[in-house]
């Protein structure tokens, strides 16, 4: 599957009409994240058209694909290869897509040892509010120098410009992978958490979940054989049979564990960025834990927003209403915590830049641009 050659050239003409008109435009690729942010706005631009692989050399640990390649196919080639995304984007459908996983920022279970989609951004191709096609990066870690525009796309949800092509640093998949649980409260697995955190050991992943009883901790560890088989030793445990761990994990990927499931049609999802250090919280609901404490997923009501806000706030952290009750729910109340006064300028100063004329993704961050 390679990207066709014309089809940038038909977005620049859609983007130049837009400006042209003023007409604002909704960038949509596999619409698997429609519900997250604020509520689309404009008229659609689909960018399925902008699928294909442009190049791929496994021996130089890098890929460059159009933004509409779906997330399976990039994802199904690099196994092929043994090698992976080792942010393990999520799937909230199959029809996720390259510029989508870049797009919304948002990473897997892995993201707090392993890094985020910006950290693995070499290069992309936009085309800004102007109608331009321009070209940021390159396709090795040293061409990213000065204004890192290829980082500055991933989590801008395309209000900056519309992607058409990115370049990815890849990785080869880990030797070996071991899960293993423990029965504990969630005070015991952040206290297990932060002390194996100052441990050389292969750490990867963490879940912890209240399970009919006190909880239940979740560690998954990636790296060398030796390694891995010295951190069970080490650390005890119950061993996990590796197949079922691993649909686990996507599940959790995914937001398809039955704790998310068990979310009921009046509560709101919730998510908590913290500290690693944060204690335990109070909460309305007993939260589902992941990266070694960073971040915590909250099933909450409507009136409980304001609370969790301000739990997260007092420990150094901030909340964002991830998924919405139901679709009725007020679709532009605020999903993210308000922005400083200072950041908030950088904000609007890097919209105007980019998008003059403010036709991309309308009020997708913030309603105030």
Known sequence: MSLATDAPAHFVDRVRHAVATGTPLRIRGGGSKDFYAQALEGELLDTTALAGIVSYEPSELVVTAGAGTPLLALQ????????????????????????????????????????????????????????????????????????????????SMGTLGLLTEVSLKVLPVAPLEATLRFECTQTQALQWLHAWGSRPLPLNASCWVEDNGPGTLYLRLRGAVAAVEAACKTLGGERQDNQKAAADWQALRDLQLP?????????????????????????????????HGGLRWVRADAAQGPGLRAAAQAVGGHATLFIAASASADCHSPRFDALKPPLDRIHKALKHEFDPAGIFNPHRLSAHW
């Open 76 to 155: 199904a080639l690099l196994a092929a290869n043994g090698q992976c995304l080792p942010f393990e984007p999520p799937h909230f459908a199959p029809t996720s897509t390259v510029g989508g996983m870049v797009a919304s920022g948002l990473s897997g279970p892995a993201r707090a040892s392993v890094g985020g989609v910006r950290d693995y951004m070499l290069g992309v191709k936009i085309i800004n509010g102007k109608a331009e096609h321009l070209t940021f990066g390159g396709q090795v870690m040293k061409n990213v120098a000065g204004y890192d525009v290829s980082r500055l796309m991933a989590g």
């Open 259 to 291: 704790w998310h499931q068990a979310r009921s049609s009046t509560q709101d999802l919730w998510r908590l960025s913290l500290p690693q250090t944060a204690p335990v919280l109070d909460l309305p609901d007993a939260p589902l834990v992941e990266w």
